[in-house]
């Protein structure tokens, strides 16, 4: 009788810590997986009366980006004027970063720094089917070299639907180049993108990096895309 007592309370014990193992799993199993942050790449467009007086407003204004969780890629300007500008940052979020753009303080800001023109900005997205704006970025070894290679090699990009829309050098280091076209089929330019004559030709002309593109969306969409 005493033994099977026992029996009874250790099998009790047993099931007790069998009960408590398995709770403590599922309520280790129940938390949320962590979040997942998409970063994207965005570029705001816009022109500006004097590039030297501008830089001095916009890198004082460095706080507001960085609160607005954006991460400073490069300020680009145009080979053939230099106060129209192409910015290009990482966003961890892109809901932050269009308050941050309607804020009628920043609209302030930008008219007491001389900015010119509305500005136009693109969130970054894969190369896919259909017309917009496209984005090219690719370092070479020397700007002057390289873009006579380029201009000479303008009927390879007309016949892949590619109108110039412009190419801007990075403004801490002109060897960084960005180039605009504004495509009519995104199929075409992936085709070009990923022809072996087309890297060959690059390869020529001095490019030292991996080139990387995107397809703008615009800012209007921002808030709703996810990529």
């Known amino acids: 009788m005493k033994r099977g007592r ?36 965005v570029f705001l467009k ?9 830089r001095l407003a916009y890198d004082a204004d460095a706080q507001r980006r960085t609160e607005a969780g954006l991460t400073e890629v490069g300020v680009y300007k145009s080979t053939v004027d230099e106060n129209a500008l192409l910015l290009v940052w990482q966003a961890d979020d892109l809901t932050t970063l269009d308050a941050m753009l309607e804020s009628p303080d920043l609209a302030e800001k930008m008219k007491e720094a001389g900015v010119t023109s509305k500005p136009e900005s693109w ?4 190369v896919q089917a259909g017309a917009g704006m496209v984005f090219l970025k690719h370092k070479v070894a020397d700007y002057s070299a390289w873009r006579p290679a380029y201009d000479a090699d303008a009927s390879t990009r007309a016949e892949a639907g590619l109108k110039e829309a412009g190419v801007y050098r990075d403004a801490d280091d002109e060897n960084m180049i960005l180039i605009v076209w504004d495509a009519e089929d995104g199929n075409a330019l992936q085709a070009m993108l990923e022809s072996p004559d087309l890297a060959e030709k690059m390869k020529a002309a001095g490019v030292t990096s991996k080139p990387e593109a995107w397809m703008g969306e615009s800012s209007a969409m921002m808030t709703s895309s996810k990529e």
């Open 123 to 126: 969130v970054g997205k894969a």
């Open 46 to 54: 816009h022109s500006v009366a004097d590039y030297a007086a501008w």
């Open 6 to 41: 026992l029996r009874s309370l250790a099998m009790l014990g047993l099931s007790a810590s069998v009960v408590w193992v398995i709770g403590c799993t599922t309520q280790e199993d129940s938390k949320p997986p962590a979040e997942e942050v998409t970063v994207s790449t």
